[in-house]
């Protein structure tokens, strides 16, 4: 009786942490880019019971029976815990919000074989809080993102909303205000800021003659500043830091997108628009609920565990003088 009550516990804290995780979900579902989290419940290891000097019980299918042993009972199971919570890359729909630093990002891998087997692929933003901008980031300070909702600071540079800089293909600070051209001018974009479908940012040429020509943002027009689009193989072995932010913590670094013309055509860049949480709110409300109902009835067994052991003590046990 007491192993019950461990076991009611047990999945009643499973539920608990299960309800967080999709309580999580829910909050975000306005987050751009967030990606919901699913919860792994797994079962403690089974136990067997046995009856200890008592060889006259019922034998049990598939036990052996074997003389001067312990009679095997079967097996007990011990409950359940959450053993972690994993994000799900699935593409989030897209809006529109036709902010010239708005982007989404949509793409569609295919798996790349990692041991004779076909791992996931999936790309990410690159940022970074970088101390001196003249410098590209360090490995240890990328951070991977699917946020593409972005400003300009007041020194002209593109950050998301909580001040990390995005990064370009060589993991630099991108600056799309006061920056100096190939002509040693310096420019603003401004609200004329464009970015190509493959990542490349491009400003409106100064000439009034030619308001729908557009060149390459930088100093060198061979080559052009891009976003830094990562592509990540095996995901779940990014870890989540908050801020719907992931650290790199495996093997091989996420290399860069432009770098495989193989990936031409997999992926796109569309600028005014933001790429949408991939909860569903509808679902995650069922689960919630089914969550709770299962949290109650461990909730009621826990409840018939415990007045049964007051009868056990309190009723039973006791001695009438």
């Known amino acids: 009786m ?57 034998t049990v299918e598939g036990m052996p029976s074997m003389t001067g042993q312990p009679v095997p009972i079967g097996k007990l199971h011990t409950g359940v815990y959450l053993s972690e919570t994993l994000p799900t890359f699935t593409q989030g729909d897209i809006a529109q919000t036709d902010s010239p630093y708005d982007v989404a ?12 087997k076909a791992v996931k692929r999936t790309m ?3 940022v970074a809080r970088i101390p001196d901008t003249t410098q590209p980031a360090a490995a240890d300070q ?14 002209g540079f593109l950050v998301t909303p909580d001040g990390y800089y995005v990064l ?29 479908s493959t990542g ?17 943002i930088g100093a060198d027009p061979n080559n052009p500043v891009r976003i830094g689009l990562r592509v990540v193989t095996d995901p779940n072995q990014l870890v989540r830091e908050g801020n719907n932010l992931y650290r790199w913590d495996g093997q091989n670094a996420p290399v860069d997108a432009s770098t495989d013309p193989n990936l031409n055509g997999f992926y796109a860049i569309r600028q005014g628009w933001v790429e949408r ?11 919630m609920m089914t969550a709770l109902r299962s949290y109650e009835a461990n909730q009621r067994v826990l409840s018939t565990l415990d007045s ?8 039973i046990g006791r001695v009438n003088g």
């Open 168 to 196: 370009d293909s060589e993991n630099r600070a991108i600056q799309v205000n006061g920056f100096t051209d190939a002509n040693g001018n310096t420019v603003s974009a401004g609200q004329d800021l464009k970015i190509t």
């Open 277 to 287: 949480a991939n909860v569903n709110p509808a679902q995650t409300m069922t689960e």
């Open 124 to 126: 990410f933003f690159s």
């Open 105 to 116: 990002l949509t793409d569609n891998l295919p798996p790349e074989q990692v041991n004779g």
């Open 142 to 155: 990328i951070r991977y993102t699917r946020n593409g909702s972005w400003s300009v600071d007041d020194r």
């Open 308 to 315: 049964t052991l007051d009868k056990a003590v309190n009723e």
């Open 2 to 58: 007491i192993r019950g009550l461990y076991t009611a516990a047990s999945g009643m804290l499973a539920m608990q942490r299960r309800q967080e995780a999709l309580s999580n979900n829910l909050a975000n579902i306005n987050t751009p880019g967030y990606k919901e989290d699913v919860g792994v419940i797994r079962s403690f290891p089974e136990q067997l019971l046995a009856r200890i000097n008592d060889q006259n019980g019922p």
């Open 200 to 216: 490349e940012l491009q400003v409106r040429k100064p000439d009034p003659n030619a308001s729908d020509t557009y060149e390459p």
